[in-house]
Every structure is written in C-alpha cells, then in structure tokens.
C-alpha cells in the first residue's frame, strides 16, 4: 500500500521538481550526535572549470557544449540545445568578488533600496555594521497613537525597555537577508517594476563590469543598458526555486547573473517544467547570461555547499584575510550572494 502510494507522488512531481530534490541538502537522520548531510550523486553535474582545463590542454569538449572567446580574449561556453545561455568561468577577477561582496553586504541594501525585511521592519539602515557591532532592532512604541517603527540601539539598552519589548538582533536579521534590489525596484507583489519608488543608481562599477559580461549574448551592434539588479543571499540550507525571469520587456538582452561567495548547483531546464534539467556547478566569480530563447528556459539554484570541502572558497578566504575583513569573511565562508542584472525597457 506504501509502495503504490509513493509511486504515486513521484509521478505527480515534474522533472525540474525531481531535480530539486535529488540536490537539496537533506541530514542523516541515522546520525543522532552530529548532523551529516547526505551524500548526493554528483557524476551528472556540469563542471565548467574542469571543462575548461580540458579544452585548454587536449581540445577535448564534451558533446553539446561550445567554446567560445570574448573579445577581451576569455573563454566562455554555450549549450547547443540552450541557445541564448552562456557561461563564463572565473569571469571575476578575485578583487573584483572581493569588491562586490562588500557592496552587497555594505550599499546594496541601503535604503531607499529594499529587501525583504521592508515589509516587517521597514527600512533598516547600516544592517551589515549594527550586526558587527551586536545592535538589537526594537520596536518602538508611541503614545500618541501614530504606528509603531522598529529602531536600532545598543544591545544593553534592551534590558532597559523591559520585557514586553519585541526586539531582534541586527545579526539574526543579516543571517535572514534574502534579497535587495538596485536601480528600478521590482515590486514582488505585483511582478513588475515600479518606476515611481525612489531608489539608487546602479554604481557606474557595476554598470561597467556589467555591460562588457554581457558583449557576448548581445544582438550584434547594440549595448547593453544596466536599469536593474536584484541580489540574492543564500545561507545554509537556502534554495532558489525554479522560476523564469520574465518580467523585462525585451528579452533579445541578458540577464547578467554573477555568482560570489560558496559553491552552487544551478538548474537550467526547458521551456516546460516537465523538461529535465541541466544541473552545473556555480562557483565565486562565475557568470552567467540568460538570453533569448533562454530566456524562456525555468532555472533554479537548489543546493549550495558550505563545508570546507566543498565551498571552494580558499582564495577568497586569503583576500579577506586581514583583520579588518573578519566580518566579511565569518559571513563568506558560510554564504553565496547573487547579483542578477537587467535591461528593463
């Protein structure tokens, strides 16, 4: 009677789904004393760095894949029944991930930029520093009657307030920071860009660095045009379901998707969800572009590796090795941040 009914709702699951789940972090529930993941089959994940390698030293490809040079003379890879996807390995530099991790942890979510804390707490300024230096967001209350705001103070000054106080530390908050977003603001709950909400330019940096990832998925003699960015934050355990990105008009431009911090699994799937998925290794400093035709393809990141065997962070790890950079690199050793950018109109 079990067995049926598990055949059941493996039936029912898509391909893109059984993907998912065949790369979630999953513990050994036989281990009562320490939690161990599971093991994961992972013959069949795409390794571009070991593609890479064997291109620059036999020539050797494997069938379906093809490698290309920029311009700028880096090689990339596309995939001929992906037409529109791209992926460039080691596509940052080391300073340029040690660059950009600090701004997505310090500037990017800034307000007027939003997260995904908005919505609960409001706008929440410096949250990287108050968690270095242990603040506590409380709420406030008022005695007027006007509505109740959240405020950072001291972590001494809780006790004070007493114990109806609801309160939560700057460092739980940065741990569950999920999302922040640059120039035009995605406005989740509706699926669309709301040209009206104040926001902050795309740093002129990461425009730059954006539009020359992009030269090789462009339409020939067109430039890339940086309006948008999201950046994701993954911690331990943390997915990104399948999804498409559809909400930008033109979608003949790419989305430039940078990868920082621990090692990831990316799934690139088809048009439908029942269409089987590619899964890759994403690693610090590798890009991505989605566009055309890929841009119609579900794509998702369901596992990321935190544990020292497998981040593959070591170099990052040496450039934020100084003692200024701790905060950093504590955050890095056990994250991944995402930044994804977009021509919007």
């Not at 409380?138 to 809780?158: I, R, T």
Request: hydrophobic share 35%.
């Amino acid at each position: 009677m079990y067995g049926s009914e598990k055949v059941s709702e493996d039936s029912e699951r898509t391909a893109f789904r059984k993907a998912e789940k065949k790369y979630k972090l999953y513990y050994d529930s036989t281990l009562k004393k320490k939690k161990q993941p599971k093991q994961v089959d992972l013959s069949e994940v795409l390794d571009f760095n070991s593609i890479l390698e064997s291109w620059k030293n036999s020539a050797l490809i494997p069938p379906g894949i093809v490698p290309l040079q920029s311009d700028s003379g880096h090689p990339f890879f596309c995939l001929e029944n992906r037409p529109g996807f791209c992926f460039i390995p080691g596509g940052l530099s080391i300073e340029e991930q040690y660059l950009w991790i600090k701004e997505s942890l310090i500037s990017f979510p800034q307000p007027p930029n939003r997260t995904n804390h908005n919505a609960f707490y409001g706008p929440i300024h410096d949250l990287f520093v108050a968690a270095k230096e242990k603040k506590v967001l409380v709420e406030e209350s008022f005695s007027n009657g006007d509505p109740k705001a959240w405020k950072l103070v001291e972590e001494q000054e809780v006790s004070s307030r007493g114990k109806g106080c609801k309160s939560i530390s700057a460092s739980v908050l940065l741990r569950k920071l999920r999302w922040s977003t640059l120039g035009l603001q995605f406005e989740w709950s509706k699926r669309n860009y709301d040209v009206s909400l104040p926001h902050n330019k795309i740093p002129d940096a990461l425009c730059g660095l954006a539009k020359r990832l992009a030269a090789p998925a462009m339409p020939k003699g067109e430039d890339f045009k940086p309006e948008a960015a999201i950046v994701n934050y993954f911690g331990l355990g943390d997915t990104l379901g399948g999804h498409l990105d559809d909400m930008e008009k033109d979608w003949s431009k790419p989305i430039v998707s940078m990868s920082l911090g621990c090692k990831a699994i990316f799934l690139l799937g088809g048009k439908s969800r029942e269409d089987p998925p590619l899964a890759m290794f994403l690693r610090s400093g590798d890009v991505v572009l989605m566009a055309g035709k890929a841009r119609e393809c579900y794509h998702g990141v369901p596992r990321i590796f935190t544990d020292t065997e497998n981040a593959e962070i070591l170099a990052l790890e040496l450039q934020f090795s100084k003692e200024e950079d701790h905060s950093f690199l504590e955050y890095i050793q056990t994250s991944r941040i995402n930044i994804n950018i977009r021509q919007v109109f």
